[in-house]
């Protein structure tokens, strides 16, 4: 974590979702409550044997790197308030909903799903925007 000199913005950097050393662009940054993350992917989408992840298994990824990036930050999962999920195939939306069951529970964040035609790295099949606040916790949101 590096300090902006106003106090108000904080870095965050993860060893388990390093930033390229050419990269024009933060993972994650802290700005004041607000947690911001770059889309996040499993790149590089590989196993061990460097077979290419399936869409679950790049999504279960995804999701353990927004969960490290915001304990990182001094949060979890239950700050996100909003998620963006892009996908090569709308037809995997079923694989997004297990996702979220997996990983919320009590309120889930709101959620947009967007097909796209590809993503800048090979094998991608997901990528997910996750929105957050350190002042709130959705398990504990009032239904009305």
Known sequence: ?????????????VPSVPEPPNATWSNCLVIGQE?????VTANPAVNDQGETLSTQDQGTRIME????????????LHNIYKLVVYLTNAEDK????????????????????VEVSAFAFPGL????????????????????
């Open 94 to 113: 079923a694989l997004v909903s297990e996702l979220r069951k997996h990983y919320f529970t009590g309120t889930f964040p709101c959620s947009t799903l």
């Open 1 to 13: 974590m590096v300090p902006n000199q106003n106090g108000n913005v904080r870095h965050i950097n």
């Open 65 to 76: 790197r927004i969960r490290a990036m915001l304990q990182a930050a001094g949060g979890d």
């Open 35 to 39: 947690v911001v993350m770059s889309g």
């Open 125 to 144: 099949s997901i990528e997910i925007d996750a929105f957050a606040r350190l002042d709130i916790d959705l398990r504990q949101a009032q239904t009305r």
